[in-house]
């Protein structure tokens, strides 16, 4: 079952699936994002690490894809279609965050934190997704506004991201194909995970190749 977060605080799971994966598919006939691992797409795997820890998961897709958004869809993750996905990572990102936020803020809820994740790791366990939440939930309440959080395996940073609410307004104005690297540089707290799937993603079909496998 998702875990909640407690407090009144809530956690939004931003899954970004709005990219063109070029290194993928040269000429575009296939999207990685809907290539099958373990009997279903790439996108839906990943999806299920988010929603296997989280109440709430959006996924921000390009309008030129439908099929991932249907994939999405299908997996329980609420679809934003993104007009600026054409734009690269940063748009896609600014874009999903301010239409998640007036909503939230517009339904009179209190600002969210974000766990974000791109859509091309299938890998990513549920229980890093859920130590990253319980990281987070256990911060002092000061410290969780402005908060950074992502997994490390073998002291690789790896995603998803988890940061507080206070970061909303810097992530929705982000630009082009720049996601948040630069934004939150100096400013990640690590948390060592046994999770090789965190910083494993799917880039060319050799990638879908058997990898290493979860930890005990």
């Known amino acids: 079952m998702a875990g909640g977060a407690s407090g009144g605080r809530s956690i939004i799971g931003l899954l970004l699936a709005a990219g063109r994966g070029s290194r993928f598919s040269a000429d575009g006939s296939a ?5 099958g691992v373990d009997g279903r797409p790439v996108c839906a795997a990943a999806a299920q690490a988010l929603r296997g820890a989280l109440p709430r998961v959006a996924a921000a897709v390009s309008p030129a894809a439908p099929r991932v958004g249907d994939a999405l869809r299908q997996a329980g993750c609420e679809v934003i279609v993104c007009d600026r996905a054409a734009e690269g990572m940063g748009g896609t990102l600014a874009q999903a965050v301010s239409w998640l936020s007036s909503r939230e803020q517009a339904a009179g809820n209190e600002a969210p934190a974000w766990c974000i994740m791109p859509a091309d790791m299938p890998w990513v366990h549920a229980d890093t997704v859920a130590a990253l939440r319980d990281a987070w939930l256990a911060l002092p309440p000061s410290r969780r506004e402005r908060a950074v959080l992502a997994p490390t395996y073998r002291q690789m940073r790896g995603h998803p991201v988890l940061l507080g609410p206070d970061w909303a307004a810097p992530l929705s104005q982000l630009q082009g194909d720049e996601g948040a690297r630069a ?28 990898g290493p496998t979860l930890l005990a």
């Open 183 to 210: 934004l939150i540089s100096g400013q990640v707290t690590p948390l060592a995970v046994e999770d090789p799937g965190c910083v494993r993603d799917v880039d060319t079909p050799d990638d879908l190749a058997p």
């Open 31 to 35: 999207n990685k994002l809907l290539a």
